[in-house]
């Protein structure tokens, strides 16, 4: 049975070691015969800058344990037969919470309005009437829409393949909507450029004539025990796009057209995604879809297409996660491996994918993404010869007075970094302009043109205790 989460959101269970009980009432416990022993081990997402980042966390005592939720969706195990799901949701309020905050120009506060701040935060944050699903698969589809931004992709999601499979209903599933959308946006990308040709093998039984190299077994078996005297089965190659690597790549498209058109409920209004299997159908109707699997484990990419390696290499997992079986496509329950998402990535992405969109002058350079100093990292430092701004994005807002305000302060010591006013060519004592990007509920398109931009950065828009540290929303896609 899951124990269901939202994110950043915490949830109880006591600590029983009676079976009966366990199994009338499994949503409020945990079974453990030996309380001294409870064998819980978040998965670590990564590590990154000398700290490691859990999925989720628990505390636990001789009689209940406290799960936690961070800001990573997915599916896991936790103990024994129960496994933890953590759904992708945010809560309005906490929106609302940090932009009251930045509002604040009272630099006087008293210990007693921030307690009380706090309090009626912690209660507004609570309230679930104010929750909505994050539609994960949309926010993938503006990001793979970028092929710049298709490699970033891969660090947004870990799969432990190795584990025993978690019985889910399809609903619930997330990861392989996640790698169909990937593969597809690959697929287009090659599609656009052309498939690649190459020297393939071809086994044919000929008449008259011989070509290549002559099969003895089964020239014997399928010609000389059968009187074809006449014919030769032989082995040649030829240059073409019938080759090993576009035939998988079709199997794999077949797979994933199968699985859109079963579950269209991912793919509705603004998800749709039949142009672009309509886009990629016709180039691939005179390649076979079949081979060998075994073939691929030698081949070789080619650095002129690097889209291949990366579509290869999602097309395996997509395969992987249907057991090779394309009938299990249209299955309602079914199991999949523990997997995570990392939301706070993927909006750093989503916010970089209307960047370029809204740029097309722009490149990747101009928006340094990631920029590191000092075991610090920028989300984007903006550089170009007449606009300097440093961008925030902050998916995980905080609805602490204190803890908002350590955010804030953390993005504008960014500015005061000499290799950040270095790289910017500052040499004054200007100041670089900071800008906090943090999701919204309301349906407002933003246009994020730099010019657009740089107006955006007006009093109006100012956190009002910080000198140019300034706050934008921008809409994300919910369900």
């Not at 969706?73 to 940090?98: A, C, M």
């Not at 749709?272 to 879809?289: G, K, Q, T």
């Not at 440093?390 to 955010?407: A, F, G, R, V, W």
């Amino acid at each position: 049975m899951g124990i269901l989460l939202k994110e950043h959101h915490s949830t109880k269970l006591l600590i029983t070691s009676d079976t009966l009980l366990y199994i009338e009432r499994k949503e409020e416990y945990l079974l453990n015969v030996d309380v001294e022993n409870i064998k819980i081990q978040p998965r670590n997402f990564k590590f990154e800058r000398g700290k490691n980042y859990s999925c989720f966390y628990f505390t636990a005592s001789n009689t209940e344990v406290e799960l936690k939720s961070d800001y990573f969706v997915g599916v896991d195990w936790l103990i024994n037969d129960r496994y933890i799901h953590v759904e992708p949701k945010l809560n309005s309020s906490v929106t609302e919470i940090f932009e009251k905050a930045g509002d604040v120009d009272d630099e006087n506060i008293s210990e007693e309005e921030i307690i009380n701040f706090n309090e009626k935060a912690e209660r507004e944050a609570k309230d679930v009437t104010n929750e909505k699903e994050v539609d994960v698969i949309g926010i993938l589809i503006e990001i793979m829409s970028n092929t710049d931004l298709s490699y970033h992709s891969d660090n947004l999601i870990l799969i432990d393949w190795n584990m025993e499979e978690i019985p889910i209903h399809q609903k619930q599933d997330l990861l392989t909507p996640f790698l169909v959308v990937k593969f597809l946006n690959l697929l287009k990308d090659i599609v656009k450029k052309g498939l690649k040709k190459s020297y393939y093998k071809v086994q044919k039984n000929l008449t008259n004539r011989v070509k290549g190299k002559i099969l003895v077994g089964q020239q014997i078996k399928q010609n000389i025990l059968k009187n074809r005297f006449t014919n030769t089965v032989c082995e040649y190659q030829v240059f073409g796009e019938d080759s090993v690597e576009n035939s998988f790549l079709k199997k794999v498209f077949q797979f994933c057209t199968r699985y859109v058109e079963n579950h269209q409920h991912f793919f509705t209004n603004k998800n749709d995604i039949s142009w672009m299997i309509n886009y990629i159908r016709p180039v691939f109707e005179h390649i076979s879809s079949e081979l060998n699997i075994e073939e691929l484990k030698h081949y070789k990419h080619n650095p002129f297409f690097k889209e291949y390696k990366n579509a290869i290499k999602t097309g395996n997992l997509i395969l992987k996660r249907f057991s090779y079986n394309i009938t299990k496509t249209a299955e309602e329950s079914i199991s999949t491996p523990p997997f995570w998402i990392d939301m706070p990535k993927m909006f750093e992405l989503f916010v970089f994918s209307k960047l370029l969109r809204d740029n097309p002058q722009l490149n990747i350079d101009h928006l340094n993404y990631q920029f590191s100093t000092h075991g610090n990292s920028l989300d984007f430092l903006i550089n170009t010869d007449s606009i300097k701004i440093i961008i925030d994005t902050k998916y995980k807002l905080k609805y602490n007075y204190s803890q908002i305000h350590e955010d804030i302060r953390q993005v504008s010591g960014y500015a005061r970094l000499k290799k950040v006013r270095s790289e910017c060519g500052i040499t004054d004592d200007s100041h670089i302009k900071c800008l906090i990007i943090y999701p919204i509920f309301e349906e407002v398109e933003k246009n994020f043109s730099l010019e657009e931009i740089q107006r955006q950065l007006c009093e109006d828009n100012e956190i009002k205790a910080y000198h140019k540290v300034y706050k934008m929303g921008v809409t994300l896609p919910f369900i």
